[in-house]
């Protein structure tokens, strides 16, 4: 655990996060960045969710069969009850599977002068924000936005299609539960469709109440 009493007066902290749809490279891009830091020596620990288990039990685990070691946790607490005083970076994969407890623990280590890197989905299967990263992508320094590639088209891909038939946010999967979509062939379900409705509607009319229609100009 990390202690006050001797822990190291390091330089400014520094949140570093990765985002993108499904098969975008967000965890091959955690790694680089943690190996990079490791072959400097610096000391890294690496954290992901336990319900996260696809690939591998404990190591952090990319689509493209890259890993590298990591912990396993089970909620944010658990994360800053493990960091070392010797630890320098602290990397994060899939982030969004985390409570929002996660904005806190992130926020603490960076004032202590931890470098943190995470990685995780912006957007959920109905393209909604994913869990707390909206206010991870807001709180970062660097933010660095990845796509895939479109199932359909092979354009850019911005979202993460599900091909399951499940309405739970949290399913965890690979390319047997999801695929990459581009924004023109991404599919909404009727329901989705119906409360994007509602929620369009809900801003036109916020919209005309803060800004009424007067077509007279009057100086005064």
Not at 102 to 128: F, P, S, W
Not at 159 to 180: C, F, H, M, P
Request: charged content about 25%.
């Amino acid at each position: 655990m990390l202690s006050l009493s001797n822990f190291h007066n390091f330089s400014t902290g520094h949140l570093e996060v990765i985002s993108g749809p499904m098969f975008s490279g967000k965890t091959e891009e955690l790694i680089r960045r943690v190996r990079r830091a490791q072959i400097a020596r610096v000391k890294v620990q690496v954290f992901r969710p336990s319900i996260d288990n696809r690939y591998n039990d404990k190591d952090v685990v990319s689509h493209s069969s890259q890993s590298i070691e990591a912990i396993p946790v089970k909620n944010s607490n658990d994360i800053w009850h493990r960091i070392k005083d010797s630890t320098r970076i602290v990397a994060i994969d899939e982030v969004q599977f985390f409570d929002n407890e996660i904005i806190k623990v992130v926020t603490k280590l960076t004032n202590r002068g931890h470098r943190l890197i995470c990685a995780g989905l912006d957007l959920d299967y109905r393209a909604k924000p994913f869990g707390p990263m909206p206010a991870l992508l807001a709180m970062a320094d660097e933010i660095v936005k990845v796509h895939a590639i479109c199932t359909i088209c092979g354009g850019i891909a911005t979202r993460s299609q599900r091909v399951v038939n499940s309405k739970a946010q949290l399913l965890v999967g690979a390319t047997e539960a999801y695929e990459a979509r581009c924004r023109a062939h991404f599919e909404y379900s009727e329901t989705e469709t119906e409360e994007d409705r509602q929620e369009q509607e809900l801003l036109n009319v916020t919209t005309e109440n803060a800004n009424p229609t007067n077509n007279s100009l009057q100086i005064n």
